[in-house]
């Protein structure tokens, strides 16, 4: 297959809440969506990770090339992204990431929204000076619901003990508490919790989980196709827990329609036992620049057309657009 053109579109997607998280306050998006025109029938995705692998970094720009050419390449094979991974589940179930609020009862008042939806499970954002209360909150409110927590990377091993008094609210797991680049104190954390640590920073591309998994930093990794540099990358990953018997799931960038479509057919893989951060469109957005990805009964559908199984949807695409960059062979 030879790409004739490439057009490189910026659209405006603001959020219908605030996203807080330790990092930042997020408002809205501005997604990068690749157009491409191809023309013959030579084709292979495999081959984009070695053809970039002089750029240092930029995973998610590598990774949005690799999904234009796989989206490319299954649509001339009439397949879907699903079937090419041997994925024979129909939907995932579907939780959802809550930010850090202003209050208890504002977080409370957003997570009873959520649990009304009947999302699967319940994330919530945490740093230091919020992490015990909000989780205590949302335990004696709602009761036995599926509940994690994710920090970000906004503590230090020092904060251990404090780290510890999450254990008796029974968590599935507790997300980066720990800077991206220190495995070695995640591991000596793992030996003082018992909650179980999921590394999600850290997780670049399948040498760190490997290095992850090696040294006992992680009990579950949360995959994110955008982090480390695209689908193929993120199915290599899965693979790789698999074999050692440590959990994924798919960890949410707030995607477009595009992207949401996608990660639920990658969590349709088998080692993705954990629900994972794909939630509704209109978790994040009034209007998504496909069809809105819908939740319904705690899950996702996988799509199963050509490709990721999802359009731009032309008349918002032209709203939100803000900037476009013709590349022509
Ligand atoms: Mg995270």
Same mark, same amino acid.
């Given at each position: 297959m030879h790409i004739e053109r490439v057009e490189l579109i910026t659209v405006r997607m603001p959020l219908i809440h605030p996203f807080t998280t330790s990092f930042s306050t997020q408002t809205e998006r501005l997604p990068l969506l690749i157009r491409w025109q191809a023309a013959g029938h030579?084709?292979?995705?495999?081959t984009v990770g070695a053809a970039l692998e002089? $750029? $240092?970094?930029h995973r998610m720009a590598k990774g949005a090339l690799e999904m234009a050419i796989l989206d490319a390449q299954l649509r001339l094979r009439n397949m879907s992204f699903a079937a090419q991974l041997g994925v024979t589940r129909v939907s995932v179930p579907s939780g959802v990431s809550v930010g850090i609020e202003k209050s208890i009862p504002d977080l409370l008042g957003r997570v009873a929204d959520f649990v009304d939806q009947g999302y699967a499970r319940i994330k919530l954002k945490i740093q230091p000076g919020w992490d015990l209360e909000p989780v205590k909150a949302v335990r004696e409110r709602f &009761?036995?619901?599926a509940l994690q927590v994710d920090?970000? @990377?906004?503590?230090?091993?020092?904060d251990a003990q404090r780290l510890r008094?999450?254990?008796?609210?029974?968590?599935l797991l507790i997300e980066q508490?720990? &800077?991206?680049?220190?495995l070695r104190q995640h591991a000596l954390l793992a030996g003082l919790l018992t909650t179980p640590i999921c590394l999600d920073e850290?997780?670049?591309?399948a040498r760190s989980a490997a290095d992850a998994i090696a040294l006992g930093a992680a009990s579950v990794i949360n995959i994110k196709p955008g982090r480390v540099g695209g689908y193929l990358e993120a199915a290599r990953i899965h693979d790789l827990a698999l074999a050692h018997g440590v959990a994924v799931w798919c960890g949410g960038m707030l995607e477009t329609g595009i992207g949401r479509a996608a990660n639920a057919a990658l969590a &349709?893989?088998?080692?993705? @036992?954990l629900p994972g951060d794909?939630?509704?469109?209109?978790r994040f957005y009034a209007?998504? $620049? @496909?069809?809105p990805i819908v939740m319904k009964d705690g899950a996702v559908s996988i799509p199963g057309g050509p490709g990721f199984g999802v359009e731009p949807l032309p008349a918002a695409l032209g709203e939100m657009t803000v900037h476009t960059l013709d590349l022509t062979a």
């Amino acid at each position: 297959m030879h790409i004739e053109r490439v057009e490189l579109i910026t659209v405006r997607m603001p959020l219908i809440h605030p996203f807080t998280t330790s990092f930042s306050t997020q408002t809205e998006r501005l997604p990068l969506l690749i157009r491409w025109q191809a023309a013959g029938h030579a084709v292979s995705a495999s081959t984009v990770g070695a053809a970039l692998e002089h $750029v $240092v970094g930029h995973r998610m720009a590598k990774g949005a090339l690799e999904m234009a050419i796989l989206d490319a390449q299954l649509r001339l094979r009439n397949m879907s992204f699903a079937a090419q991974l041997g994925v024979t589940r129909v939907s995932v179930p579907s939780g959802v990431s809550v930010g850090i609020e202003k209050s208890i009862p504002d977080l409370l008042g957003r997570v009873a929204d959520f649990v009304d939806q009947g999302y699967a499970r319940i994330k919530l954002k945490i740093q230091p000076g919020w992490d015990l209360e909000p989780v205590k909150a949302v335990r004696e409110r709602f &009761g036995d619901i599926a509940l994690q927590v994710d920090a970000n @990377t906004a503590y230090r091993l020092s904060d251990a003990q404090r780290l510890r008094r999450l254990d008796p609210f029974d968590l599935l797991l507790i997300e980066q508490p720990l &800077g991206e680049e220190d495995l070695r104190q995640h591991a000596l954390l793992a030996g003082l919790l018992t909650t179980p640590i999921c590394l999600d920073e850290s997780i670049v591309d399948a040498r760190s989980a490997a290095d992850a998994i090696a040294l006992g930093a992680a009990s579950v990794i949360n995959i994110k196709p955008g982090r480390v540099g695209g689908y193929l990358e993120a199915a290599r990953i899965h693979d790789l827990a698999l074999a050692h018997g440590v959990a994924v799931w798919c960890g949410g960038m707030l995607e477009t329609g595009i992207g949401r479509a996608a990660n639920a057919a990658l969590a &349709g893989l088998p080692g993705f @036992t954990l629900p994972g951060d794909i939630s509704g469109s209109d978790r994040f957005y009034a209007q998504d $620049v @496909t069809e809105p990805i819908v939740m319904k009964d705690g899950a996702v559908s996988i799509p199963g057309g050509p490709g990721f199984g999802v359009e731009p949807l032309p008349a918002a695409l032209g709203e939100m657009t803000v900037h476009t960059l013709d590349l022509t062979a």
